[in-house]
């Protein structure tokens, strides 16, 4: 009779527990380092002197990523699912794959009353952000999706994508004062207050520095005084939504890893994964002294097949030194190829003599990206660079010809080994902080985030939108 008594004491104990956890949870942090495999985590930590990431602590499982109809994922269909709790198809956004809408936690938290945000460095109407606020069945159609963000806004949105909504013709709405509190530049970011929740939405928009790009650059080529990085903008996002009693859901994602990753490009992946990682450390010190908050990190799918280690690493197992080998080049590296590629073709002239061209490419090269180039291979980095200057419709081809052969150099030096310049379909890792430890592990399925965040919020079981 005593056992039987304890044992329901215990249970009960559980139980009301449990259910005290739920409902003491008022707010939701989702981060999602788009395109991260695993060993990005592993070379970012290297790359800090193998100092803890804020992520390690709270790595609890992995994550299944694949779509309906596809082992190896896309973002729209991934982030649907982390979004909706159901899969959907390739380039799907919001929609099953019968292209019905389907209802995003985001959106459910606003029915609730609670505040909702969207920090990104990728343009706002990117898939992943997308997701979580807008419903088509093509997440290239970039008009559309915009209208759909503004129509069905968050609180707070801080991402890239200026450029947007000047080519959709969308600047006027935004800039309609009694609508929106908007921002396009650093300093107006910086001076901006934490507001009252019940303010109108506050959009903050960027480009890169340069203003030649709708997204926001990679931190290894950031202007710390013209952009600001993931981590102040999460910072900010949060200071923002806590204004309301009734908690917030946020969004964060690490955009430019995945584009870093099909670039093959170890510099920018990893200086990107470790500015995200910054934030998931703002987001759980916020967790851990507001007590009623979760914090969920999880990329979408992996990207590249990266790997530490590779054929140029085979016979060097006893002799290969981390620091000096591996981390030592891309720590020497200033930017990430594609800044590289960029500012050459900028500053490149069809008038030029070739020799001292070829001298100039091979110095600004090893100065900026490490790597040492032979005459004859920045002589066809110059011939590449005229050719695309003389003919517009080749220009990405040229440069995207010119950045995969200093990401494959750099990476050869670096011992980093690529099988793609594609999406991967392995699990990805699943990190979660919870104030009373009531988290998911093990492997589970990217549709079990969503549901798992209805639940801490009392969100209810996930309604299909009519």
Not at 31 to 50: C, E
Not at 321 to 333: F, G
Request: some cysteine; proline content about 3%; charged content about 20%.
């Amino acid at each position: 009779m005593q056992i039987k008594k304890f044992l329901f004491l215990t249970v009960l104990f559980i139980f009301s527990h449990s259910i005290f956890a739920q409902q003491n949870i008022k707010n939701v942090i989702i981060l999602i380092p788009d395109g991260t495999s695993a060993d990005i985590i592993t070379l970012s930590r290297w790359y800090q002197n193998n100092q803890a990431l804020a992520v390690d602590e709270i790595i609890c499982g992995l994550v299944k990523t694949h779509s309906v109809e596809n082992k190896i994922t896309d973002s729209a269909p991934s982030s649907t699912a982390y979004a909706t709790g159901e899969k959907t198809k390739s380039g799907y956004i919001g929609v099953d794959s019968s292209k019905a809408p389907l209802w995003s936690v985001l959106e459910l938290s606003k029915l609730k009353g609670m505040s909702t945000g969207i920090v990104a460095t990728c343009q706002f109407p990117h898939a992943t952000p997308a997701d979580f606020v807008c419903h088509y069945f093509d997440r290239e159609a970039y008009d559309t999706l915009s209208h759909q963000f503004i129509n069905n806004s968050p609180d707070v949105v801080f991402t890239g994508g200026y450029r947007n909504i000047l080519e959709s013709k969308l600047e006027f709405r935004l800039k309609d004062t009694s609508k929106f509190t908007f921002i396009s530049n650093y300093n107006s970011f910086k001076s901006l207050g934490s507001l009252a929740f019940r303010d109108k939405p506050v959009w903050g928009l960027f480009n890169n520095w340069q203003n030649s790009n709708k997204y926001l650059s990679f931190d290894c080529d950031r202007d710390t005084t013209k952009e600001p990085s993931l981590s102040e903008m999460a910072q900010k996002a949060i200071e923002i939504l806590s204004k309301n009693p009734k908690g917030f859901f946020l969004m964060v994602e690490g955009s430019q890893i995945d584009w870093a990753a099909h670039s093959n490009d170890p510099k920018a992946a990893v200086t990107d994964f470790i500015a995200f990682d910054k934030a998931v450390g703002v987001c759980l010190k916020y967790a851990k002294s507001n007590k009623n908050t979760v914090v969920i990190v999880c990329p979408d799918h992996g990207n590249g097949g990266i790997s530490i280690g590779n054929t140029n690493s085979n016979s060097f197992y006893d002799e290969l030194k981390i620091k000096d080998k591996i981390i030592a080049p891309l720590k020497t590296a200033q930017h990430s190829a594609s800044w590289v590629v960029e500012n050459l073709f900028k500053n490149i002239d069809s008038t030029q003599e070739t020799i001292p061209a070829v001298i100039a490419i091979i110095s600004f090269i090893k100065k900026e990206y490490y790597i040492s180039l032979y005459k004859d291979e920045a002589e066809n980095i110059f011939n590449t660079l005229i050719f695309a200057k003389n003919n517009s419709l080749k220009k990405d081809s040229c440069l995207s010809e010119i950045r995969y052969f200093l990401t494959g150099k750099l990476s050869w030096e670096s011992y980093v080994g690529w099988t793609t310049h594609g999406h991967t379909g392995e699990d990805v890792f699943l990190g979660m902080y919870h104030p009373y430890n009531d988290r998911l592990t093990g492997v589970i399925d990217n549709t079990d985030v969503a549901k798992y965040i209805a639940r801490q919020l009392g969100l209810g079981i996930l309604p299909r939108r009519k």
